[in-house]
């Protein structure tokens, strides 16, 4: 069961620190533009994707749940496309679903386990993303994303996987 306090704190505190945080370093960048400043140019590039992708992950995250969701659902009524896109992609449901929890479980930091679309190849892959923005393939788009909950979770990581599982919005 996830606990209704880690999902407020989560989202009133934490996801909006990231919305601020983007648009607190685009009026930076601006303001560098305005005074041709570009000593600071790193640290606010990093900074724009970090606070950028933190709100576009939280985002996915709050869609990628419902009450009435949960990993057997997708098993058992198939879901059609995407059923068959993650068997394609990774064998079988099973298969991903490990990959997918282990990627969560070991993120360092503050991170992501992601099942994304590649583009190119057309196929499923699971990235394990560092710090919001890092570790990740160009081009590839976040469809179910698993917050690897490194503040708010403490010791309890494995159990708040376990319990998106139940949540997940096929
Ligand atoms: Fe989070």
């Known amino acids: ?12 505190k934490h996801h909006a620190a990231y919305v601020k945080g983007a648009n607190d370093t685009l009026d930076q960048l601006a303001e560098a533009r ?9 640290g606010l590039e990093k900074n ?4 950028l992708s933190g709100h576009i992950l939280h985002s996915i995250h709050w869609h990628n749940m419902t009450g009435d969701g949960g990993g057997e659902k997708l098993e058992k009524d198939g879901v059609g496309e995407l059923a068959d896109a993650i068997a394609e992609s990774f064998g079988s449901f099973a298969g991903f679903k490990a990959q997918l929890s282990k ?8 991170g992501w386990g992601v099942l994304a ?3 190119l190849s057309g196929r499923l892959i699971v990235e394990q993303v560092y710090d919001h923005q890092g570790n990740v393939g160009q081009g ?3 469809i179910l994303v ?9 010791n309890q990581k494995v159990d708040f996987i376990e319990a998106m599982w139940e949540v ?3």
């Open 48 to 51: 724009l994707a970090f606070h």
């Open 117 to 119: 679309y590649e583009p």
């Open 34 to 42: 305005e005074k041709e400043a570009w000593g600071s140019v790193n």
């Open 140 to 142: 590839s788009t976040p």
């Open 146 to 154: 698993f917050d690897a909950c490194y503040l708010q979770c403490r």
């Open 103 to 110: 990627a969560s479980a070991t993120t360092q930091g503050s």
């Open 168 to 170: 997940v919005n096929w």
């Open 1 to 12: 069961m996830i606990s209704p306090g880690i999902i407020e704190l989560h989202h009133d």
